[in-house]
């Protein structure tokens, strides 16, 4: 299949879509991944297979892996329940987290000791029980790593001084018995569909900068009628009728005038119902929301 750069991307825009700085971290991980024990890479609970950057996959495979599906507050929890399943069939150790507000992750320090179970057992023997076990933490952008990070520390988070030959750019971490590598988030240059891209974009992980809001607004319109067409009526108050047509952007002109979003001359202000609507998905104002699930091809 021939890939495409995202075409969410504003047309002519001169920003560089994939900055400079993810690939000198995607360079960064392939120089580090051999000083680590354990790999934890954060997924977006709502977009589980989209938020599963192809680049680290490469980079960090070979190395115990164990996935959390942050966020998972904000997603559907029938549908992370599948996740779950679904990563664990496949040999996958994988949790389900909420970073944010709640303390513990408990269960993470768990996970991470039960995937590192053989490399502890061999410490042990060699009187290296101490020793600290190395976990990279990575992530597409927005994924909630630093609050992860600042969670699964707590008051015992201690930064750790610049170590020699440490390059700037890249944080390790020290909490009880782990050392964290607090990777930057990265994303990949092309991806292979404009679904990928369609979900990347309505999480935040690409910059709403560079992207058209209305168009995101319509894509997202239109992944929602098929998912949560009920949640969609509920919140906005729209009619069957309204609900089936087929054009998006009918869709939402309709979203836009129920909210008394209009211009001079009764014209719906449809970029500021764009905006309202992105911003709603992404607070879950429609309710926990996942536009991925794992039995789709
Ligand atoms: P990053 O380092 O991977 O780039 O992500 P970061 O921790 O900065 O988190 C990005 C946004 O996601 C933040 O929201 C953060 O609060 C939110 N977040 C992280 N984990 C969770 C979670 O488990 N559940 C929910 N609901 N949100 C989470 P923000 O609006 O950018 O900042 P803030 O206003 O919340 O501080």
Redesign the pocket.
Known sequence: MEQSTNKLQAPGASIQWFPGHMTKTLRLMEREIRNVDVVLQ?LDARIPRSSLNPEIARITAGKPHLYLL?????ADPDVTAQWLAYFRRGGDACLA?????RGGLQNVKKAIEAELAELLARRAEKGMAGAKRRVMVV?I????????INSFAGSARAKAADRPGVTRGKQWVTVGDFDLLDMP?VLWKKFDSQRVAGNLAFIGSIRDEILDIESLAMSLLGEMREMYPDRLAERYRLSTEELSQEDDYALLEAIGRRRGMLMSGGMVNTERAAIMLVDEFRG?KLGRISLERPDEA
């Open positions: 954060l942050n966020k998972a507050d904000l987290v909420t970073s944010k507000g992530g952008p927005n994924v909630g790593k630093s609050t992860f988030g879950a």
